[in-house]
């Protein structure tokens, strides 16, 4: 059962993330938001974000192939090397070891997306990171029908 509601309880904390998430949905090629997104969801158990991304994902004509497959994306061959550099980025920043993020993963970012894109996923990524904890604390629930 839902916790409570964020954005009612406090409305300008909510407005603050959302003014972050303006921000990504406008500097982000939102093909690779909708991936960052799924992917983080996935990562963190956020059932409410993974829901909502893989809807908004389609709605936006991705494959279902594809979102499928974002679980796995190591082993998948449908992805470019931006999209594989950006999910091992997700990953990385997602999972925050001991050690940040590796050298290898962000060199590997960093030869194909230039230094603005680098910094504009990274917000991305920080951004569906702060969504799944809110959502995961608040146990927002997917809605039952679409």
């Known amino acids: 059962m839902q916790r409570m ?3 009612k309880v406090a409305p300008q904390a909510y407005q603050a993330v ?18 960052i997104k799924l992917r983080a969801s996935m990562i963190n158990g956020c059932a409410y974000c993974v829901d ?6 389609l709605a936006k004509g991705e494959a279902s192939r594809r979102l499928f497959a974002v679980a796995a994306w190591r082993e998948a061959p449908f992805f470019d090397e ?7 980025l ?3 920043v997602t999972e925050l070891g001991e050690h940040g993020v590796p050298d290898e993963v962000w060199d590997t970012a960093a030869k194909v997306w230039s230094e603005k894109e680098l910094a504009d996923l990274v917000f ?13 604390t608040m146990r927002l629930e997917p809605p039952a029908q679409v």
Request: hydrophobic fraction near 45%; avoid cysteine.
């Open 5 to 7: 509601n964020p954005s």
């Open 124 to 136: 991305a990524i920080a951004t569906i990171n702060v969504w799944n904890r809110i959502g995961v």
């Open 52 to 57: 909502m991304h893989s809807r908004d994902a």
């Open 82 to 88: 931006r999209e594989r550099a950006a999910l091992a």
């Open 18 to 35: 959302m003014g972050l998430e303006k921000y990504v949905q406008t500097n982000v090629d939102h093909t690779v938001l909708e991936l």
């Open 90 to 92: 997700t990953d990385a």
